[in-house]
């Protein structure tokens, strides 16, 4: 009979508390503590601790009391100490990282949480979870990424924003968005560089002496950044840091989130230093060809320069507009020296060649002339020394020495001819 009197005691008052909720009176509603047994069942603890149960009429009538009178154009503290606003994010995933135009694109949740009193309640103690259509309600930080380009927020199917509001005032507003910001790149060590790209958080209005922004949870802020995979580059690590920047409308704080990303190298050993290693070795085939096949050589020679020149050029139309000389740079100089030079062996072997053998031969037909010269003065020279008369008139073998010569001289001329012919 004890334990049937409880319980109908606990349902009067629970219709009490219901009726007094729904009432329209906005003033607090007053707190009714009840002392009740240990030994009760837990069935009767639950339907007194109230503060763990709400409905739409209890969450209803919290946000009309705590919006009615609340001036969304005001931070909260306003005319007092500077309020602590803390950034938090969860990085999904770094989409985008191009060398061409110097920027990285990351997709994250955003996370800021603030301290509002003038949005805490007392009916329950369950946090209130709101979506974006608070944001035109409450007041909410004016923080922006000072490097960004562009930094749309996800509206599939619904804006992706949400509010969470906790009993003492505490407000969590949340982001789904996709940033494009800035990343300067140092090329010189290029594809074997390592970069550095960065966020940076600032409020855009608010000075220090309206807000504080920090990190929540310092390294702990960031999530998210051990699951990320990327084509292009392999994370190292991230850094956050706290700065505070002056201008000359005050001093703002400015939370740097930093990414250490180091660039992958098998995509270029498989589509650069590979084929480039082979056309270069394959340029020193020549060395072991016949000197006297020109066509082959110079074949080789040509279309290795043409390969590595058409590499290049795609190397260059991923690249932008770099003063500074890259590794890349250095290593494709490199290899067209080295083709170049296998064209510059054959041109000098065909020249040594060439020139050992016009004087062979020229030192053959000298050799021939002198031969031939020899053998002429042999038989005309007893016909000069007899002189003339020494014979009948009647003997055919008979010449004068001006004939003599002559022939000698007609010899010479048909040699010196044949020489030039041979040249």
């Not at 709400?54 to 919290?62: D, F, R, S």
């Not at 949005?119 to 000072?146: G, H, I, Q, S």
């Not at 230093?273 to 020549?286: G, K, L, M, Q, R």
Request: glycine share 4%; aromatic share 12%; proline share 4%.
């Amino acid at each position: 009979m004890g334990i049937r009197a409880m319980l109908r005691a606990a349902v009067l008052l629970l219709l009490i508390r219901t009726w007094l909720a729904e009432g329209n009176n906005t003033t607090s509603i007053p707190e009714y503590v009840f002392e009740l047994s240990p030994t009760m069942p837990a069935v009767i603890h639950n339907v007194f601790n109230c503060k763990n149960c709400a409905n739409e009429t209890v969450v209803g009538k919290i946000l009309d009391r705590v919006l009615s009178g609340y001036d969304a154009r005001l931070r909260p503290y306003f005319g007092g100490d500077p309020l602590p606003v803390g950034i938090s994010m969860y990085v999904s995933n770094i989409d985008h990282i191009s060398e061409v135009t110097m920027d990285s694109k990351v997709t994250m949740f955003f996370l800021q949480t603030w301290k509002d009193p003038r949005l805490a309640y007392c009916e329950t103690n369950l946090n209130l979870t709101l979506d974006y259509r608070m944001a035109d309600k409450l007041w909410v930080p004016d923080c922006y990424f000072l490097n960004s380009k562009d930094t749309p927020v996800h509206d599939m199917s619904v804006e992706n924003r949400m509010f969470q509001l906790h009993p003492d005032g505490t407000v969590h507003y949340g982001m789904r968005l996709t940033t494009t910001a800035s990343c300067s790149m140092d090329l010189q060590k290029y594809p074997l560089d390592k970069q550095t790209c960065k966020l940076e958080v600032e409020s855009y209005g608010y000075t220090v002496e309206d807000i504080m922004l920090y990190w929540e949870g310092d390294e702990n802020a960031i999530q998210g950044t051990e699951k990320i995979e990327n084509p292009q580059f392999t994370l190292l690590g991230k850094k956050v840091t706290r700065n505070e920047e002056v201008f000359y409308t005050g001093s703002y704080v400015r939370l740097v989130l930093k990414f250490m990303i180091q660039r992958k190298i098998i995509h270029y050993l498989v589509q650069v230093y590979w084929p480039t290693i082979i056309v270069t070795i394959s340029s020193w085939v020549t060395f072991w060809m016949n000197y006297e096949s020109s066509v082959a050589r110079m074949t080789i020679g040509l279309t290795s320069m043409f390969i590595l020149h058409t590499i290049n050029s795609h190397l260059r139309e991923k690249l932008p507009e770099f003063s500074c000389i890259k590794a890349i740079d250095i290593y494709m100089v490199v290899c067209f020296i080295f083709v170049f030079l296998s064209l510059l062996e054959y041109v000098y072997i065909n020249y040594l060649l060439y020139s050992r053998r016009e004087s062979s031969r020229c030192y053959r037909l000298c050799r021939r002339a002198r031969k031939i010269m020899d053998q002429y003065r042999y038989q005309l020279e007893p016909e000069l020394q007899r002189g003339p008369g020494w014979r009948g008139s009647n003997d055919p073998t008979c010449e004068a020495p001006n004939m003599a010569t002559e022939r000698l001289k007609y010899c010479l001329v048909d040699l010196d001819l044949g020489f030039l012919e041979g040249l």
